[in-house]
């Protein structure tokens, strides 16, 4: 009698250890979640129908029926919420008028990336293209993130805070360094010419202001500003944290100012072995690229080592070389270096 009033519950037991099995299967197994619920929960359902009804006429595949019609049901679930997620997709705007929305399965599972399609020329007539993408949950997450935890860093150093970042964000741009190692192996780019190759990449995003306000109209704003927003309106983000967009918001949108671009840099470089620095100027209000690397031009030392400056944020310049209007190497300074 005690048996037969288990058995009530055996189906519902096995829903449960399939979905707790499911996240072990997963362990050992590059497959989705729920592939993996799916595997397990037909297992089970055969060893228990086998063990249950071994001594009796019933059929020991009526938990493999039960099981079937459970898969079906999430499977009407899936596609319910896989049909509103498409709609919601068309109505939803274009994040930056170069990037756009891609479905694509990683994994077994349905994901979205932010793809943009990139072709640039380096600064000695040296074409490249790329694919380059971040997944849109990891775009939303890392700056939700990073506008949440924003308060405790809100006393610390411009360095730790570019450190945080770079830190925080490089898992997340795996993509994007795939797609740069790509490029390098392709083109066969020796040290100096990869690293001039992410310079590039970078520089040949157009600049755009990045505000820890909300974006004002154009005559709110000092000259400099005012004439940049006035011929592009769109060239501003507001709401950003200190005025920096962490590296996979800047990815996934395509507005960034110059530490933003200077982070992303750094990140990068410094996931590929590079010995990098950011250097700041208040006097200029700027921030730039440091590099330690045989080159020529203007630089600043630090722990006995030459780190040739790159600015970032104007197509065509060179390492080693600044802008006339902020080119007095005396008035920067590292505050921050990755070795």
Request: aromatic share 14%; with cysteine; hydrophobic share 40%.
């Amino acid at each position: 009698m005690a048996q037969n009033k288990l058995g009530c519950f055996s189906f519902p037991a096995i829903i449960i250890l399939a979905i707790i099995g499911s996240s072990f299967v997963q362990t050992f197994l590059p497959i989705s979640s729920f592939t993996s619920f799916v595997i397990v929960l037909l297992f089970f359902s055969w060893i228990l129908g086998k063990i249950q009804d071994a001594d009796k006429k019933k059929s020991h595949w009526r938990y493999m029926i039960y099981s079937g019609l459970v898969i079906v049901f999430v499977l009407g679930i899936r596609y319910t919420i896989s049909t509103i997620a498409i709609i919601q997709e068309t109505e939803q705007p274009v994040i930056s008028e170069d990037i756009y929305r891609e479905k694509v399965l990683e994994k077994g599972d349905s994901i979205i990336l932010l793809r943009q399609k990139r072709v640039w020329t380096d600064n000695y007539g040296n074409s490249f293209k790329g694919e380059f993408s971040v997944r849109e949950k990891e775009y939303i997450t890392s700056k939700t993130e990073y506008a949440n935890n924003s308060q405790k860093y809100r006393q610390q150093t411009w360095g730790k805070l570019y450190q945080h970042l770079a830190t925080s964000d490089t898992p997340k741009l795996d993509l994007i360094l795939k797609e740069l190692e790509k490029i390098k192996t392709t083109n066969k780019l020796n040290q100096f010419e990869f690293a001039e190759m992410v310079v590039t990449f970078i520089q040949d995003i157009p600049y755009a202001f990045v505000f820890d306000t909300a974006c004002e109209s154009p005559d709110k704003y000092e000259d400099s500003i005012r004439v940049l927003l006035e011929k592009c309106k769109d060239c501003c983000i507001g709401h950003i944290p200190f005025g920096i967009q962490n590296p996979v918001g800047f990815m996934g949108n395509l507005k960034g100012d110059c530490d933003t671009r200077t982070v992303i840099i750094y990140a990068i470089l410094s996931h590929f072995g590079y010995d990098v620095a950011i250097l700041n100027s208040d006097y200029y209000k700027h921030s730039i690229l440091g590099l330690h690397i045989p080159a020529k031009g203007k630089f600043k030392i630090k722990n006995g080592k030459r780190y040739y400056v790159w600015e970032t944020t104007n197509k065509y310049f060179t390492i080693g070389t600044l802008p006339k209007n902020f080119d007095n190497i005396n008035q920067w300074y590292i505050v921050l270096t990755n070795t």
